[in-house]
């Protein structure tokens, strides 16, 4: 009877700790068929009327968008004067989405906690932006794709980021920066592993009517459809860091 019993804890062990492992492969798996999946909505035809892009850092996408066009102006909601430097020119506002504890306690990858990432992804906390002001010569190159967009496209992913203000209010988190030029904002919602960052971005851009996966937990989703851009020659990331 013990014994029997030990057999039947240890199979009940093993069954569950596959189940475990197989839940992430499960996760990319899901993931991986959807951005294959081909997205029912079209870039708008060029030329566009609004200049703007999506940059990732490999893991993570932030929307740049112009810091005036379409009648759309992000200086009331998110001054320059926000940040401890922003450039003297600026052309963009540079916006992420995510956790803010792990957005304020993270600022590089080796201050990464795991109990810190396993409570967002289970969305213990609320949200998060990440705003950043840019000059052109800023967008890196090899991690910036176009995002070329009609006015009544733009005028729509802009109405996204503004949902994601509460009461559509900017209102700034005293005191935490990663660089000279970026603030950090409350925001709406919680992340959890179903509402990732990056798909907080796709989620934008399906607004807007731009392609991507029906679901993009992964920066490759947002990405995928969007042409690449290339810095014009001798620019590159300047000041702003």
Request: aromatic residues 8%.
């Given at each position: 009877m013990v014994r029997g019993h030990g057999l039947r804890l240890l199979r009940t062990m093993m069954w569950g700790a596959a189940g475990v492992l197989a839940l992430p492969l499960l996760y990319g798996a899901v993931a991986g068929v959807l951005m294959l999946w081909p997205p029912a909505?079209?870039?708008?035809?060029?030329?566009?009327?609004v200049e703007a892009y999506v940059i990732s850092n490999g893991v993570h996408v932030d929307l740049v968008l112009p810091l005036q066009a379409a009648g759309v102006d992000w200086r009331p909601l998110f001054p320059p004067g926000d940040a401890r430097a922003a450039p003297a020119?600026?052309?963009?506002?540079?916006?992420?989405?995510?956790d803010r504890a792990f957005y304020l306690h993270t600022p590089t990858w080796a201050d990464l906690r795991p109990g810190l990432a396993l409570r967002?992804?289970?969305?213990?906390?609320p949200?998060?932006?990440?705003?950043?002001?840019?000059?052109?010569a800023q967008l890196p190159p090899g991690h910036t794709w176009?995002?070329?967009?009609?006015?009544?496209?733009?005028?729509?992913?802009?109405?996204?980021?503004r949902r994601s203000l509460p009461a559509g209010r900017a209102?700034?988190?005293?005191?935490?920066?990663?660089?000279?030029?970026?603030?950090f904002y409350e925001a709406t919602g919680h992340y959890h592993l179903l509402r990732t960052c990056n798909e907080w971005a796709a989620q934008g851009l399906r607004a807007a009517g731009v392609p991507v996966p029906r679901w993009a937990p992964f920066e490759a989703g947002v990405?995928?459809?969007?042409?690449?851009?290339?810095?014009?020659p001798g620019a590159g990331p300047q000041g702003g860091g």
């Open positions: 909505a079209r870039l708008a035809p060029e030329p566009a009327e020119a600026v052309d963009f506002v540079a916006i992420g989405w995510g967002a992804m289970a969305g213990r906390h949200a998060a932006l990440h705003v950043s002001w840019l000059q052109r176009r995002l070329p967009l009609s006015a009544a496209q733009y005028r729509r992913l802009a109405d996204h980021v209102q700034r988190i005293a005191g935490m920066h990663y660089a000279r030029n970026d603030a990405r995928r459809h969007l042409p690449a851009w290339a810095a014009a």
